[in-house]
């Protein structure tokens, strides 16, 4: 008898600009898996019975987006090491009969800077813009990666002291008239907050005063050059754009579902590119 054809999903609320049934439909395309992966809408108030019921529906598993990640987090019976250090969940599986809350942004994040700047991890100290969610699992690739000195600016300085604390040695806070001297030796500078992206054409933090070896890279894809990377840029600096994390946070989640580990190749973002210009 022919196995049953896996599926998959991506939750968030709302749901309909996800570009992760593009990316997953590409690879199901291209390794002519028999499985399917849909985007659906799911109300904060529905997640818990929508998660409870994910094995009778026939999900092999699938993504989370906001707003569930936290309460991914909370409803699942067993989380990976970056989801316990990262505080939210976006990538769920079955596993030994348990429904199972990995994250795989901070993997996104680090296997998109190997993939375009290779060596990056050699660049520290880091200092990154930002202090939510996202800068959460950026910090956590950052120190899992061995970079000694984080530095975390933000505009509420008592969100970098808590982020601070909670990655231990090696992780500072710091309050936005701070980010000048604190360029000045850094190696890497990484905007996570959603300062450039389209319509807010703020500069998240100033590249003309870091060091010419310095990398730059924004989680910002929309647009896909920032107003921070077009001044990196124009200062010479290297860069990479936030593109790439989104399109390898999805790796780990197809390879658990449909059992094979798919490439991140230039045919896929170009891919992506098209979709976010024709928007
Ligand atoms: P995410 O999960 O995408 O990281 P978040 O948790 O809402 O989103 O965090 C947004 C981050 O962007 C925060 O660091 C926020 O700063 P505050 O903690 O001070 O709110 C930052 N941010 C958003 N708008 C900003 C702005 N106009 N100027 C400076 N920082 C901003």
């Known amino acids: 008898m022919a196995e049953a054809a896996k599926t998959a999903f991506v939750t968030g609320h709302p749901i309909a600009h996800s570009r992760s049934p593009k990316i997953h439909g590409h690879w199901l395309e291209k390794y002519g898996i028999d499985g399917s992966y849909r985007a659906i809408d799911v109300a904060p108030d529905d997640f818990a019975a929508f998660l409870s019921t994910l094995r009778d529906n026939g999900y092999s598993g699938g993504n989370v987006t906001i707003p569930h990640k936290e309460s991914a987090?909370?409803?699942?019976a067993r989380r990976d090491e970056a989801a316990e250090a990262i505080g939210a969940v976006n990538t769920l599986w079955f596993e030994d009969g348990a429904l199972w809350g990995g994250n795989t942004d901070g993997h996104g994040f680090a296997a998109n800077l190997d993939q375009r700047a290779p060596g990056w991890a050699e660049h520290g100290p880091a200092v990154v813009l930002g202090a939510g969610g996202a800068s959460r699992a950026v910090i956590h690739a950052l120190v899992e990666r061995g970079i000694k000195d984080v530095r975390i600016v933000n505009r509420t300085l008592a969100r970098a002291q808590e982020l601070a604390r909670r990655f231990g040695a090696g992780v500072s806070a710091h309050g936005e008239q701070a980010t000048g001297e604190l360029l000045a030796d850094a190696g890497l500078l990484i905007n996570t907050t959603a300062l450039g992206m389209h319509g807010n054409e703020a500069l998240a933090a100033d590249p003309a005063g870091?060091?010419?070896?310095a990398i730059v890279t924004d989680i910002v894809y929309v647009p896909?050059?920032?107003?921070?990377?077009?001044?990196?840029?124009?200062?010479?600096?290297?860069t990479v754009d936030g593109l790439g994390m989104l399109l390898h946070q999805a790796v780990p989640g197809f390879e658990r579902w449909f059992g094979i580990r798919p490439d991140v190749?230039?045919?896929l973002r170009q891919l992506i590119v098209a979709d976010i210009g024709a928007k």
């Open 73 to 76: 987090f909370a409803l699942v």
């Open 210 to 213: 870091l060091p010419d070896h």
């Open 224 to 238: 896909l050059e920032t107003p921070l990377l077009a001044a990196a840029r124009a200062r010479n600096l290297r």
């Open 265 to 267: 190749t230039a045919e």
